[in-house]
């Protein structure tokens, strides 16, 4: 009882003591980095934390469920649309056409783009239209049991679905150039420096939410279980569990906030296109992940950022190489560090750390010291 | 009719035609526990499959308790109130022997009740009292991956039992096992036939005479003979069927 009441304690001040940090890391990028970094790099810098919730959703349900998705850049998109959908509206008079419309010789707003004149809708559809469509795929694909590589396939199959319709619809998507051009929101103008301050942190914010999100998700029976339904699927169905239901929620939670990383993108860049249903699109959000480190919270936020950095800066100097650069980069994570940079480091890493600081190496597996049956024994013997 | 916990009438199971049960007729008592033994081939995982609701009959009918099992899928057959044990242990490897614990403890298993609700106290005690019983009180935190073989072997029965089933099905519990841990294994499902009905599937001989009560021998998908431990191993027909295949190696 002793021991359980004092672990709780404990495990309470880790929490608190994580809480601080996310909140102190979240103040210095709201309130200190913009002093240091303006403009383009803050721009950046913001659109990259909004691309890591993106990679916070691939971890939730690749990292600790298993689902391997490559199409979640079909989610993003519709998070993006959901608002861009908006900005082109907010400027005009109600019932107005967007610019692009006219072009293509269309006369009368088509029905469902009436609604996201409201900013309160596309705010919701934002988030509901992705988890719905995340939760009616997620439940057809789980409920027939489909997994692992048929799984992903069926992910990019999707992606293609959804490439092509926004791609071939000039009339009432602008095809491939896309939605851009956005003028105001809210009455303030987008691309004004204080407008984008607000989003940079409203990202920040959002991001720090999603983190909650997904760490309350991971942590507890559930999380454990979906770490079980990961491991040995079939195990948990004959322990009674049907693992239909964790998954579409998961999946649809994973979807929604892909679609809150495409709108918080969308804003800041200033265009949505069929671009970011593109395959290799969803397949970066994948790599993020895994030079991160798959199921590390932490891991998927730093790997974006890292990535996400080196291919603006590499771009920058040497804009053929790029490509080349990911791929390698993606390889070496496969071989060398199968489990993303925090996984490297706690493990590898924490050993070099212990070992510069003159701890003792383990020399037993699993180690004398670590292993409870002898610690009791020890304790036994000394009374 | 009905007072029989499991009860399998004319089982026929084909794959493309093979037929890996044939017209197989069992029945047993509730509170019984019962070894099923057979050459390699004989079908007996195949058994096990179609009780958990894995692979369906062909022909014929598995009923639970008086209900027929036809209809419900693998995590309804669960909750009905039947446990599996996989021959190789099947533990969840990255998480602690106590997560490994509550998620087999967990009584209301539907995805928003597991994300909800806290373990309560009462499944505390009762892991608390498994972990005893299966003697892995010291490790509870210890991943279960650092686990040895008999003790992960122990922690899958301990979830079997953590679900609270009526019937456990037991396959191989002490391939790969020391003669010691053997035993431990054993006693913990003696202890645990007091209040369970139990099916265990073994190759091990000596190990089947410390357990058995009554046997049940398949051969070819359909059931040989049935009786207690010096019964079936003075039976002509066992004895054809298991050594004298050993012949044609000599």
Redesign the interface.
Known sequence: MNLGSRLKGKSGKNLLLEVGIVAGVALILILIVPLFVQGFRLNSLGRFLALAIAALAIDLIWGYTGLLSLGHGVFFALGGYAIAMHLQLAPLAPRALPEFMGLYGVTELPFFWQPFASFGFSAIAVLLFPLALGSILGYLVFRNRIRGVYFSILTQAATIVFFNFFNGQQKLFNGTNGLTNFKTILGASVSDTQTQYVFYTLTIVFLAATYALCRW?TS???G??L??IR??E??????????T??KV?VFGISAALAGLSGAMFTVQTGLISPKAMDIAFSIEMVIWVAVGGRASLVGAILGTLVVNFGKSLLSEQFPDIWLFFQGGLFLIVVTVLPDGLVGWLRTEGLFIVQRIFGAKEIATY?SLE?N??IQ?EKETLNK | MTDKILEIDNLTVSFDGFKALNNLNFSMDPGELRVIIGPNGAGKTTFLDTITGKVKPTIGKVSFKGQDLRKFSEYQVALLGIGRKFQTPRIYLNLTTRENFEIACNRHKNVFSTLFGKVPSQEKQTIGGLLETVGLTAKVDMQAALLSHGEKQRLEIGMLVAQSPDLLLVDEPVAGLTDEETENVGSLLLALAENHSIVVIEHDMEFVRQIAKKVTVLHEGTVLCEGNFEEVQNDPRVIEVYLGSQDEHE
């Open positions: 998700l507890g029976r559930f454990k279980l770490v079980a491991d040995d079939s195990r948990v169905r004959f322990s009674g569990y049907n693992p239901g964790f929620l699993p670590a409870p049956e009791m």
